[in-house]
């Protein structure tokens, strides 16, 4: 039996994984990686960096986020304390989702994690305080090859858990620009999915 169950959402390239929770009176165990399941399941990446972050109000978004070619990033998300809306969009241009997202609530509770391959724009937004979110990816950090989608474009048209004029965001995110506006920085191709 999987210690772990692999769901590919409406754009298949991005996957939830809900591991299996083996508990008792002192709590419970979980795998939260193992390589070769993922490789099997997912596709053969390499996790080089893992990152947290503390977000300390409800209603924060963090993102959308990308690096350019050829530091591109995969990233495993998981959120180890409180919860979010994690969210993936398609900036493959050329992709038959291109500009469409989807998105899952990912908490310390169920300990869903989301894969979001290279080529999609990621953000997400805190649902409860001091919340905790654990993420590996497939490439360093790259300032210059980092870059961002502005979280409430209406041509995305993501319903996020907060009014935007209401969000708790970084001074980069408030200046992200429009999906209409973004360089070309992924061209879908059937070979890469």
């Known amino acids: 039996m999987n210690s772990m169950q692999f769901e590919r959402l409406e754009i298949p390239e991005v996957v939830l994984l809900t591991p299996k929770k083996f508990g008792d009176a002192r709590g419970y165990f979980m795998e939260t990686f193992r390589k ?76 869903q994690m989301l894969w979001v391959p290279p080529g999609f724009a990621h953000g997400f937004c805190t649902l409860q305080p001091d919340t905790k979110v654990s993420y590996k990816v497939t490439d360093y950090y790259s300032p210059e090859h980092d870059r961002g989608l502005a979280f409430d474009d209406p041509e995305l048209a993501i319903a996020w858990p ?21 360089e070309t920085a992924f061209t879908f191709s059937l070979a890469a999915g």
């Open 36 to 111: 070769s399941l993922f490789e099997e399941m997912v596709g053969p990446f390499e996790f080089v960096q893992d990152n947290q972050s503390l977000s300390a109000d409800p209603g924060t978004i963090r993102g959308l986020h990308f690096q350019l070619e050829p530091r591109a990033q995969g990233k495993l998300v998981s959120c180890i304390a409180g919860a979010i809306l994690d969210v993936a969009v398609d900036i493959r241009v050329g992709s038959p989702t291109y500009g469409r997202h989807v998105g899952a609530e990912l908490s310390a509770e169920n300990g």
């Open 162 to 182: 907060v009014a935007p004029d209401k969000a708790v965001l970084s001074v980069k995110d408030k200046q992200q620009p429009k999906l209409r506006d973004l």
